[in-house]
């Protein structure tokens, strides 16, 4: 599998408004106060309206050129961080959950928002400019693309959970990188989201016991 890093503004807009649509985020969102969210509350300052994509991609550029990044660079950059453990990871994964991703390319898009989305069908996901941690979100989006060769695909094809209970479970086995990826993550942790704390507790207490990620799934849907 081969793993490409792109800017497209088209994109970046599009990440914008899936996030917007999935996090239920509105100017009167109250979370609109946390860091990761700052640069919607940026646009609902500057338009004071809903999310329109002409309107976007106008303040995506805007953002850019005021805040001087260099898009180009900042995909050298990223790129240059992850390929010298692109394979390890890869081989690592591929270990770990029995099977390999049959994209023979994904695209990593990069993106102004903190917040970032994938698109399985259509092999890519987002990356945030000036990240200090895009390995992290490299292994992070790359670890739902196998979650779901491994075990999505089976459990829509035959309506065993809801897209709620899939949401939590492949969210939570990312806790698995904290354990097996320590050496690629240095000092930092996948720590997930604040409601899943508590079945990536039990991720880590099932994958502990034996390492196998089947046993970990299996105990979840229990």
Do not use: C, G, P, R
């Given at each position: 599998?081969?793993?490409?890093?792109?800017?497209?503004?088209?994109?970046?807009?599009?990440?914008?408004?899936?996030?917007?649509?999935?996090?239920?985020i509105k100017k009167t969102s109250s979370f609109l106060k946390e860091k990761r969210f700052f640069i919607y509350k940026l646009y609902f300052e500057k338009y004071n309206r809903d999310f329109n994509k002409d309107k976007l991609i106008d303040f995506i550029k805007n953002y850019i050129n005021e805040n001087k990044i260099d898009v180009n660079q900042e995909i050298k950059r990223i790129k240059s961080k992850w390929f010298p453990i692109n394979r390890i990871f890869l081989e690592r994964a591929e270990e770990i959950f029995k099977t390999k991703l049959p994209q023979k390319q994904i695209t990593a898009y990069l993106t102004v928002s903190d917040i970032c989305g994938y698109n399985i069908n259509d092999c890519?996901?987002?990356?945030?400019?000036?990240?200090?941690?895009?390995?992290?979100?490299?292994?992070?989006?790359?670890?739902?693309?196998?979650?779901w060769e491994a075990y999505g695909k089976e459990f829509k094809k035959k309506n065993l959970i809801s897209k709620e209970q899939y949401y939590d479970i492949k969210e939570s086995l990312t806790e698995i990188l904290n354990i097996e990826f320590k050496d690629l993550l240095g000092n930092i942790k996948d720590k997930g989201y604040l409601s899943h704390q508590e079945i990536r507790k039990r991720v880590r207490k099932y994958w502990s016991k034996k390492k196998d990620i089947q046993k970990v799934v299996e105990n979840l849907l229990k």
């Open positions: 599998m081969n793993l490409e890093f792109k800017y497209n503004l088209k994109k970046d807009a599009e990440n914008f408004i899936a996030v917007a649509k999935l996090k239920k890519y996901f987002f990356i945030t400019l000036e990240s200090q941690h895009s390995n992290l979100t490299i292994m992070h989006e790359l670890w739902h693309f196998y979650t």
